[in-house]
């Protein structure tokens, strides 16, 4: 709709300045967030952690990828709910002789994915331990269950009602299933993750 001025020119400039204060107002309010968030992964070696963050931050897939010592850095620029944010993926190595070494990079997480191996039953054992070590010094840091390996479905040993007995257990956010291989709920992953974590911090 057209603005209608009074003659009064007072008047006319008090309006224009309201009009212009109130339409800036509404471009700071409009424009997006950015956030810079540290979320880690652990979980036993082989389970893939590091195959899924290269599918996520590079799009790619490799069936072979070197293990991991210690621990590496990956970074992802994603839009959540028009907020951008900038996340920093910590992917912990899962041999238990480096372990000693991961709690002094827990500082700062916002959150993290536990992960197990579909097809290997056995890489369930030590959850407790690995949630030890990302929640230290902050118990209720928000962690998504995440099992990976989905596409071997004749392989499967982990079905979804066992999976999901954690989840009260561990205070863990949900469980979801993916595949690195085909990329099936790879970014679902995170971005629920992120979700959350923006939701529970009240950004």
């Given at each position: 709709?057209?603005?209608?001025?009074?003659?009064?020119?007072?008047?006319?400039k008090?309006?224009?300045?309201?009009?212009?204060?109130?339409?800036?107002?509404?471009?700071?309010s409009r424009m997006?967030?950015?956030?810079?968030l540290?979320?880690?992964?652990?979980?036993?070696?082989?389970?893939?952690?590091?195959?899924l963050?290269?599918?996520?931050?590079?799009?790619?897939?490799?069936?072979?990828?070197?293990m991991?010592?210690?621990v590496?850095?990956f970074?992802?620029?994603?839009?959540?709910?028009?907020?951008?944010?900038?996340?920093?993926l910590?992917?912990?190595g899962?041999?238990?002789?480096?372990?000693f070494?991961?709690?002094?990079?827990?500082?700062?997480?916002?959150?993290?994915?536990?992960?197990?191996d579909?097809?290997?039953?056995?890489?369930?054992?030590?959850?407790?331990?690995?949630?030890?070590i990302?929640?230290k010094?902050?118990?209720?840091?928000p962690?998504?269950?995440?099992?990976?390996?989905l596409?071997?479905?004749?392989?499967i040993?982990?079905?979804?009602?066992?999976?999901?007995?954690?989840l009260?257990?561990?205070?863990?956010?949900?469980?979801?299933?993916?595949?690195?291989?085909t990329?099936?709920?790879?970014a679902?992953?995170?971005?629920?993750?992120?979700?959350?974590?923006?939701e529970?911090?009240?950004?």
């Open positions: 709709n057209p603005l209608k001025f009074v003659k009064t020119n007072n008047t006319t008090l309006y224009l300045s309201f009009i212009i204060l109130t339409r800036n107002q509404y471009r700071v997006p967030k950015k956030f810079i540290k979320i880690l992964t652990a979980g036993e070696g082989g389970v893939g952690k590091t195959t963050l290269h599918r996520y931050v590079e799009g790619k897939f490799s069936a072979e990828t070197k991991t010592i210690g590496e850095f970074l992802k620029e994603t839009e959540i709910d028009e907020n951008q944010c900038t996340l920093q910590w992917d912990f899962g041999q238990e002789r480096f372990r070494l991961l709690e002094s990079y827990v500082l700062g997480a916002k959150g993290a994915l536990l992960m197990f579909l097809t290997r039953m056995m890489s369930l054992e030590n959850l407790e331990q690995w949630l030890n990302v929640r010094g902050n118990p209720n840091l962690v998504l269950f995440v099992g990976t390996k596409d071997l479905v004749d392989e040993q982990v079905d979804d009602d066992y999976a999901n007995t954690f009260k257990e561990f205070n863990l956010l949900g469980f979801l299933k993916i595949s690195s291989k990329g099936e709920n790879v679902e992953v995170f971005n629920y993750l992120t979700r959350t974590i923006l529970k911090q009240n950004f």
